[in-house]
């Protein structure tokens, strides 16, 4: 079978990749598998191999660090979407263009603002010098709680994920013909279930995609939680961190990235898997 | 006057001959320096000022000085700083991995008037170290708001500090915070298990309110209220102290705990700086005796040069007599480094789970 004409145009992009993706990942996989010796920055170059880095994982508290980082990613996640659904939909139909071109503009700034300025200003709105107290009373919970910290980090991850979701949904919710919605309206349907039942499966395919690029992006975050989850509430990443970063231990933290990593290869396939076999029905 | 294209000319030659002509730029080495950020970097900014020398690139560390040691380890054999702010567990680090250039007295005489014990040395006795500060770790609270005078450690369980202690993360101070709870209960650097029982205790408690990753962290919780007493190191201390009354527990009197624990902090060079020379005549003259004083008056930390003065918020490490003996504790830095990777994952695995 002869390869299509002008393949070969590709190898230059393949190169690029290999070199820098493909090739820093299989060094980080073996130094996921040296032992470290303690005091030193990194392992060894003549480092034996070892499983030890992965054993470690296996511990109760190595599997609370994974749920809890996939839990609050995907609490994050759902939150977005509904935020943003309802926001992207205000925007596609809106009929005045300087209007339309104003929201998108406010969206995009959103988007670049950096991460920095997002997590100390929710840090400062729901800490003490804002309207923290009166936002745990209202919660029946303590400043300092646990259960706080972690509302804390989800209303983070939220001012990053609602302009990316919203941003994402525009282009389908923008290709949906209104008159569709009009038509059911016009023969009795109620306006709540004409969006039901039309407006969100034609756009599930958009739901879809916010979905995996909030939900990935809320796995790998790291300053949200370092600064607004106390050291109470830890993702993945901040460990991570501290391996690499802080301690030099990389073999321990090549191993957690290794671990992260196919983990959120998993449940994004699988979500996928899930939910597109659907969505092949949805035209 | 008019204006011709050949005056145009004449004019644009002389300007570019101007600027060719051998001026202070070629005189100046160019450095790249990481120091800490706030008022460190602030005050070594000031003192740099002073030496027309050099122009230095300043990086900050991201937290902890250990940040660094990864940073060089990926670059090496070019990392791209000349100097170092380091302190005493990261110069172990950084002995180890044979980093630092041997530094002599010769080449660097203001070293003649810091004191020896003061000098870490590389495997073949040479000096590695240019220590710019002595410096204190201790426990200390905002007057204003605690709602204990905490005095001793056990007050540190008292239900009335329920979220209101500011526990530096583990990686941070080289984890002397523990070592101080270890202490209180008769361990010490070898045998810090005492230490880990009183922290399990402590994050059962619910009074620790916030863990700090970095001084940052620390500051903005004292500052806001949302922490009240804590444990950390003099410079963030003294600029607390500059908007709210803190007191310092550097002089508490019968707890093997509530100690101040004593470091010093200062620079490297690195072996594989291109410009070793000037790297060293620029931190000869940082720890010269004038730009010793000012460089700790600022930060409120003691100076390391014999001949410099020490003053105001250093006042509360400056042990006289037997006071040193009483008050101050130094620290084995080589023993708490060789523990850092497992007392990472021990918090980890052992204490955030309670918090």
């Known amino acids: 079978m002869r390869a299509p004409r002008g393949a070969g145009l590709i190898v230059p992009a393949l190169l690029v990749v290999f070199i820098l993706l493909v090739a820093p990942l299989l060094m980080v996989g073996d130094e996921s598998l040296r032992v470290f010796v303690p005091g030193r920055v990194g392992s060894a170059h003549d480092a034996p191999l070892t499983i030890e880095n992965y054993v470690g994982l296996a511990s109760a508290a190595y599997v609370h660090y994974f749920a809890d980082t996939f839990r609050i990613s995907l609490i994050a996640t759902s939150l977005a979407l509904v935020l943003a659904y309802p926001i992207g939909y205000r925007v596609a139909r809106e009929a005045r263009a300087r209007v339309r071109r104003a929201w998108i503009a406010f969206l995009v700034v959103m988007l670049f603002l950096s991460i920095l300025i997002r997590v100390y200003s929710v840090s400062l709105a729901v800490g003490p010098a804002g309207f923290g107290r009166g936002l745990s009373d209202l919660l029946g919970l303590t400043l300092n709680s646990r259960s706080y910290a972690e509302i804390s980090v989800v209303l983070g991850l939220l001012h990053c994920l609602v302009p990316m979701a919203v941003i994402v949904l525009l282009a389908p919710l923008q290709s949906l013909n209104p008159r569709l919605v009009e038509a059911a309206q016009a023969l009795g349907a109620p306006r709540w279930k004409a969006h039901a039942t039309i407006t969100i499966p034609l756009s599930s395919r958009g739901l879809l995609a916010a979905f995996m690029l909030c939900f990935t992006f809320s796995i790998s975050a790291f300053v949200i939680p370092m600064v607004l989850g106390k050291g109470r509430v830890l993702f993945v990443s901040n460990l991570i961190y501290s391996r690499f970063g802080e301690v030099g231990n990389y073999p321990g933290g090549a191993a957690l990235s290794i671990a992260l990593l196919t983990l959120s290869l998993i449940v994004v396939y699988t979500i996928g898997r899930a939910t597109g076999g659907r969505l092949e029905h949805v035209r | ?355």
């Open chain 2, 1 to 355: 006057m008019s204006f011709t294209r050949r005056s145009f000319l004449a004019s644009t030659a002389a300007l570019a001959a101007g600027a060719s002509l051998p001026g202070r730029a070629q005189t100046t080495t160019q450095l790249t320096g990481i120091d800490w950020g706030g008022p460190l970097i602030e005050a070594t900014r000031k003192i740099t000022e002073g030496d027309k020398n050099v122009d230095i690139t300043w990086e900050l560390h991201s937290g902890g000085a250990g940040t660094v040691l990864p940073k060089i380890k990926s670059a090496w054999p070019n990392p791209k700083y000349d100097i170092v702010a380091a302190w005493n567990p990261v110069y172990v680090t950084m002995i180890n991995e044979d980093w630092l250039e041997p530094l002599t007295l010769d080449e660097m005489p203001n070293l003649r008037d810091i004191p020896s014990e003061y000098f870490f040395k590389d495997k073949n006795g040479a000096i590695v170290n240019v220590p710019r500060s002595l410096a204190g770790m201790f426990w200390g609270y905002r007057d204003d708001k605690a709602p204990v005078k905490v005095q001793r450690i056990e007050q540190l369980f008292d239900p009335k500090l329920k979220g209101q202690i500011c526990w530096p993360g583990p990686s941070i101070n080289s984890n002397l915070q523990l070592l101080s709870l270890a202490l209180s209960a008769g361990g010490n650097e070898k045998n810090m298990e005492p230490g880990w029982e009183l922290l399990k205790k402590l994050a059962k408690s619910g009074n620790i309110g916030r863990v700090a990753a970095t001084e940052t962290d620390f500051l903005n919780s004292m500052t806001t209220g949302e922490t009240t007493v804590a444990f950390w190191n003099m410079s963030p201390w003294k600029k607390l102290s500059t908007n709210f009354p803190i007191k310092a527990l550097t002089h508490v009197p019968d707890d093997k705990g509530m100690k101040a624990f004593m470091y010093q902090d200062g620079w490297v060079v690195l072996k594989s700086s291109k410009q070793k020379k000037a790297a060293k005549d620029y931190l000869n003259f940082f720890v010269g005796p004038e730009q010793n004083q000012h460089f700790n008056e600022m930060l409120g930390q003691g100076p390391t040069n014999r001949k410099a003065k020490s003053s105001g918020f250093a006042e509360n490490i400056a042990f006289k007599g037997d006071e040193l003996a009483k008050y101050a504790y130094f620290p084995d830095f080589t023993v708490l480094a060789a523990q850092l990777n497992d007392t990472i994952k021990r918090f980890e695995t052992e204490i955030v789970p309670l918090l």
